[in-house]
C-alpha cells in the first residue's frame, strides 16, 4: 500500500543544517491535500525542559502537496521539536518515527544540534574496512620472524572460525599490502580506508594492543603507515584508525607495571580488587584489561599529551584522518561509574584542536542514539538500525549464525512493514546531520557475512540499501567477492587476489557503480528521505534535493508496485518510465498505468531511477531552505 502521509525528515528541504544557540530555525512540513487538508500546523519545541508551540503559516500548494512554515528558537545545543497538525477536528503528531494520532515519547522528536560540525567530507564518504592481517600480504612479510604467539598461515589456510587458534592464526598481511592494492579500492570509488587496530599485540585482530606508541612491526612498522597514508592521500582517499579506549591488552606495557606494582601510576589506569589480586576486563576476557578513565594520569597519556595516544597518530608524519573507538558504548561506563560522555568530550576536544577536519565514529553494537547528540562521536558504527533490519528482510534461514551473541539462531525473518518499522523506529534518536554520518554495514569483522545470511543476490540488494539510504556506506574488504563465513571470526578470510575459485561471487562492479553513483548525485549524500512504499517483498523510497531526486526500488521477491501522481509528479513519473541508471541482475519493467507507473520484478531484483526534484511552491529556491 502507497505511503502517502504528512512529510518532515530534518534535511535541507524541511530545516536549517547549521543553527547557533538563540536562532530562530525556519522549519517546514509537508501535507498531501488526499491525506486531508490540515486546518492549523504547530511547530512543538520542548525548550529548557519546557514544551512550546508555535503556529507555522501555508507556503502554499504543489502537485497535491500544501507546505507549511513556521520558526522555531534554537534555546539548548539539543533542540527538539515535532510538528502538530489539526485535520478535520482530530490532532496529529509528527515526528521521525511517524504520525500518531496520539502522545508520544519526546525521544523520537526530531532534532536541530548546535554543537561543532562534522568535517563536511564525512557524509559524503565511500568507506572501506581492512583487517591488515588478512588484505594484501607483500613481499616483504616473508622476512618478518613468527611471533611466538602465533599459528603462522599460508594465504590459502582455512580460517578457524572458532576455537583455540582463532584469534592466533596469523596470515602475514601488511601495510605495503594494502598500498600495493591501492588500485584497487579507487576502482571500486573508495574514498576512506577504516583500517582495524594496528598496533603490537598477541592476536591476530590486534584489539589487545600492547603498546599504543608504535605501529606492529609485523605490519611494516611506523614508515609503512606513513607510506599508505601518503600514497592513499595522493589518491584522494583518507585513512582512519581503530582505538580501543575502553581497554588495552593484558601484554600492554601500562598494564604490566600496573600488575607487578599496585603503588604504580599505571595501577590507577586500571580497575583492581583492594587486594590488587583480580581486575575488571571487557566482558571478563582476561586478556582485556579494562580503563579507569578516572585517571588523570591517564587521561593525559592517551588524550592530552603533545604525544598521547589520541594525538600522535593524527600529526604528521602519520597524518591519520580520524579515529573509529572500538565498543564506545562501553567506554568510560562500568556498573555505577558512568564517565562515557566526559571520555567522549574529551577525546572529541582533542581531536578537533589537532586537525577540525579528522572523523570521529563510535562502535555501539545495541540502540546508539542515547550516546549521539553530535556534541562528541560524529557517528555510530551501530548495527541495530540498518544491520539486522536488512538482515532480517533479505535473510533466509540460518541457524549456523547469530548476531552478536544473540541466543536466536539466524535473522529474526521480517516483511518490508516490519523492516521499515524497525528502520524508522532505531533511526529516530538521530538527528539527521548523526544518521547521515552513521556508518552503514551490510557486514563487518564482528559479523557473519552478508553472502551467508541472506538469499541468492540478497548481498547485492543491501549493497543497494546502504549505499541509497542516509549514512556513510562501508564495505568490508571481501564483500566485492561475495566471501563468506559464519560468524565474525570466520569472516576474516584472506582476500582472494591471486585464486579466482574461492571468488563466490564477482560484486566489484555493482559496488564501484553504486559508489560512482552516490559521489555523483547530490541527492543521495544530501538529499531527504520519503518513503512511498514497504510491503511484503518490496520497498521503494526517494531520496529528495533541491536539485534532483533519486528513487530506489528494492524488491527481495517478485513485486509489483503501483505510484500515481499522489505520491510523485508528472515529470517525475515520466523519468520513472526510462531506464534505471543502475540495476542488479534479473528482470524488471517500469511501466505506464493510467496516471500513473506500475513497477514490477520478477524476482529479487533492485532498480535506481534519477528523477527531477520535487516541485515546491513559487519562489521557494534551494538556497531559501537550506536557511
Not at 414 to 419: E, K, R, V
Not at 476 to 500: K, V
Request: proline share 6%.
Amino acid at each position: 500500500m502507497p505511503i502517502l502521509l504528512p512529510h518532515h525528515d530534518g534535511s535541507a528541504l524541511y530545516a536549517p543544517q547549521s543553527v547557533s544557540l538563540g536562532d530562530l530555525a525556519r522549519v517546514r512540513v509537508r501535507v498531501p491535500a488526499q491525506w486531508g487538508p490540515a486546518s492549523r500546523v504547530w511547530v512543538r519545541s520542548v525548550q529548557d525542559g519546557e514544551p512550546r508551540y508555535d503556529a507555522a503559516w501555508t507556503l502554499g500548494e504543489r502537485d497535491g502537496w500544501v507546505w507549511w512554515e513556521a520558526t522555531t528558537q534554537v534555546t539548548n545545543r539539543l533542540a527538539r521539536y515535532r510538528f502538530l497538525l489539526e485535520s478535520d477536528g482530530r490532532y496529529w503528531n509528527l515526528n521521525a518515527q511517524g504520525l500518531f494520532g496520539r502522545d508520544v515519547s519526546d525521544h523520537a522528536d526530531f532534532r536541530l544540534t548546535a554543537f561543532a560540525p562534522a568535517p563536511a567530507w564525512l557524509h559524503k564518504a565511500v568507506m572501506y574496512q581492512i583487517f591488515p592481517d588478512r588484505f594484501g600480504r607483500s613481499a616483504e612479510a616473508s622476512g618478518r620472524p613468527v611471533p611466538d604467539w602465533a599459528v603462522a598461515c599460508g594465504w590459502e589456510t582455512p580460517v578457524a572460525g572458532t576455537g583455540p587458534d582463532t584469534a592466533l592464526q596469523l596470515y602475514g598481511g601488511d601495510l605495503p599490502g594494502i598500498t600495493e592494492r591501492l588500485d584497487h579500492l579507487e576502482h571500486l570509488g573508495v574514498n576512506l580506508i577504516y583500517l582495524t587496530p594496528f598496533f603490537p599485540a598477541t592476536s591476530n585482530h590486534r584489539y589487545d594492543a600492547a603498546t599504543f606508541d608504535q605501529v606492529d612491526p609485523l605490519l611494516g612498522g611506523d614508515r609503512a603507515l606513513i607510506d599508505l597514508v601518503e600514497a592513499a592521500h595522493n589518491r584522494g582517499i583518507r585513512v582512519m584508525g581503530d582505538l580501543t579506549a575502553n581497554h588495552s591488552g593484558d601484554a600492554h606495557e601500562w598494564f604490566r607495571k600496573a600488575l607487578a606494582d599496585p603503588g604504580s601510576e599505571e595501577a590507577g589506569y586500571y580497575y583492581f580488587s583492594a587486594d590488587h589480586s583480580r581486575y575488571e576486563a571487557w566482558w571478563g576476557v582476561p586478556s582485556l584489561p579494562k580503563l579507569n578513565w578516572s585517571s588523570r594520569k591517564l587521561r593525559e597519556r592517551f588524550v592530552l599529551a603533545e604525544d598521547s595516544v589520541v594525538a600522535r597518530w593524527l600529526k604528521p608524519p602519520y597524518s591519520l584522518d580520524g579515529w573509529r573507538i572500538d565498543v564506545g558504548n562501553m567506554t568510560g561506563r562500568l556498573g555505577a561509574v558512568d564517565l562515557h560522555d566526559d571520555v567522549a568530550r574529551l577525546i572529541a576536544s582533542r581531536v578537533r584542536e589537532i586537525n577540525p577536519e579528522a572523523a570521529l565514529l563510535a562502535e555501539s553494537t545495541s540502540d546508539a542514539s542515547a550516546d549521539m547528540s553530535g556534541e562528541h562521536w560524529q557517528g555510530a558504527m551501530t548495527y541495530s538500525n540498518l544491520t539486522r533490519p536488512l538482515w532480517s528482510w533479505l535473510g533466509k534461514p540460518s541457524p549456523e549464525v547469530n548476531f552478536f551473541g544473540s541466543p536466536l539462531a539466524g535473522p529474526n525473518l521480517i516483511d518490508a512493514a516490519d523492516f521499515l518499522a524497525t528502520h524508522q523506529d532505531l533511526a529516530a534518536g538521530f538527528s539527521w546531520q548523526v544518521r547521515q554520518q552513521n556508518m552503514n554495514a551490510l557486514n563487518t569483522h564482528d559479523t557473519a557475512r552478508a553472502a551467508t545470511v541472506m538469499i541468492d543476490g540478497g548481498q547485492a540488494l543491501g549493497a543497494v540499501g546502504i549505499f541509497t539510504l542516509p549514512g556513510v556506506p562501508m564495505v568490508f574488504a571481501g564483500d566485492e567477492f561475495g566471501l563468506t563465513g559464519t560468524n565474525g571470526e570466520d569472516s576474516r578470510t584472506p582476500m582472494p587476489w591471486d585464486a579466482p575459485d574461492r571468488v563466490r561471487s564477482d560484486l566489484t562492479g555493482t559496488y564501484a557503480a553504486l559508489a560512482r553513483l552516490r559521489s555523483g548525485h547530490s541527492a543521495l549524500t544530501e538529499g531527504g528521505l520519503r518513503w512511498l512504499h514497504a510491503e511484503g517483498h518490496a520497498l521503494v523510497f526517494v531520496r529528495e534535493h533541491a536539485r534532483e531526486s533519486v528513487l530506489v526500488f528494492v524488491a527481495r521477491a517478485a513485486a509489483t508496485v503501483d505510484l500515481d501522481a499522489t505520491l510523485l509528479s508528472g515529470p517525475q513519473l515520466e523519468a520513472l518510465l526510462e531506464a534505471p541508471v543502475f540495476s542488479t541482475a534479473g528482470a524488471a519493467a517500469a511501466v505506464a498505468v493510467g496516471d500513473g507507473v506500475r513497477l514490477a520484478a520478477d524476482g529479487a531484483w533492485a532498480g535506481i531511477w534519477i528523477l527531477p526534484a520535487p516541485s515546491l511552491p513559487e519562489g521557494e529556491s534551494g538556497q531559501r531552505r537550506a536557511g
